[in-house]
């Protein structure tokens, strides 16, 4: 769960699971943000295949992708150097969470879990990214066919806006989310700490924002000043008037993706969930 702090090996399976199974549910017809379904379907791939998921991914996924920094508990495949703090826990573990999930329901369960718990870099996101813009191609391969990609990130029913895994935009929302310039075509995830991967397939965008609000010392603030929706719009205003771009700006294009380059900054060493 984090350094030196411990729980039984059988918790996760003689007290999480069977709670998650007893849980009722309650919303028929109606949108509720939970994560048991995830917590599921990790169940199900392992049942499926015989491996743990890290094991899964990692083999038939990220590896043959070439993104080599992502998958669970870095702390298994990096040094600490190169890993970012999840969080200054003083509630829970009380120490810095350095390579152990922030989420506490995946931390008790081992840290490997359907819903938290993947670390990554900057690249290799944008590699995860391009890949989905692709449409499932990627280095000279098909990952996933395109119809899966296109239907996970589809839009799923009138109760919710999301798609299968995905977070998609809302126009209504804070003045359009996840930016007020994206397509209604965008598709993308924002993690709890302050992250985010958009894919906009009209654009031909990809937008990976690594931050940590919980290590700020207001992380409410950083919800309050948009900085996610702020820095895509900037983004898409970069895009949409190229001559203001400085000519010596640099085009990152990722190996596999066909010269779709756009400017992605600095290359991140460290890894973050």
């Known amino acids: ?25 309650q919303s028929p017809g109606r949108y509720l943000y939970s994560d048991i379904g995830m917590y599921m379907l990790k169940e199900i791939v392992e049942r499926v295949t015989g491996q743990r998921l890290d094991a899964y991914v990692e083999a038939q996924f990220y590896l043959p992708l070439g993104a080599r920094s992502a998958g669970f508990l870095p702390r298994q495949r990096f040094p600490q150097a190169r890993i970012v703090p999840s969080e200054n826990d003083t509630f829970f573990r009380h120490q810095l969470l350095c390579g152990h999930v922030h989420d506490p329901g995946a931390a008790l369960a081992g840290g490997v879990a359907g819903h938290a718990g993947l670390f990554a870099s900057a690249y290799d996101l944008a590699i995860i990214g391009q890949m989905l813009l692709n449409g499932g191609h990627y280095g000279g391969q098909w ?26 935009s809302d126009s209504a929302l804070d003045g359009g989310y996840p930016s007020r310039l994206a397509s209604p075509d965008v598709f993308g995830h924002t993690g709890f700490t302050g992250t985010a991967l958009w894919v906009d397939p009209r654009q031909r965008l990809v937008f990976v924002f690594l931050s940590n609000r919980l290590l700020s010392p207001t992380p409410r603030a950083f919800l309050r000043q948009n900085v996610r929706p702020r820095v895509l719009d900037a983004l898409y205003e970069a895009l949409a008037a190229p001559h203001q771009l400085h000519p010596d700006a640099p ?10 380059g756009q400017p992605l900054g600095p290359v991140l060493e460290a890894v973050e969930h």
């Open 1 to 25: 769960m984090a350094h030196r702090y411990y729980v039984p090996s059988a918790f996760y399976a003689e007290v999480m699971w069977p709670k998650m199974l007893g849980s009722r549910l």
């Open 251 to 260: 085009r990152v294009s990722l190996p596999g993706d066909h010269g779709l």
């Open 143 to 168: 990952h996933l066919h395109p119809d899966t990609v296109a239907a996970f990130s589809a839009r799923q029913g009138e109760a919710s806006r999301r798609g299968l895994g995905f977070d998609r």
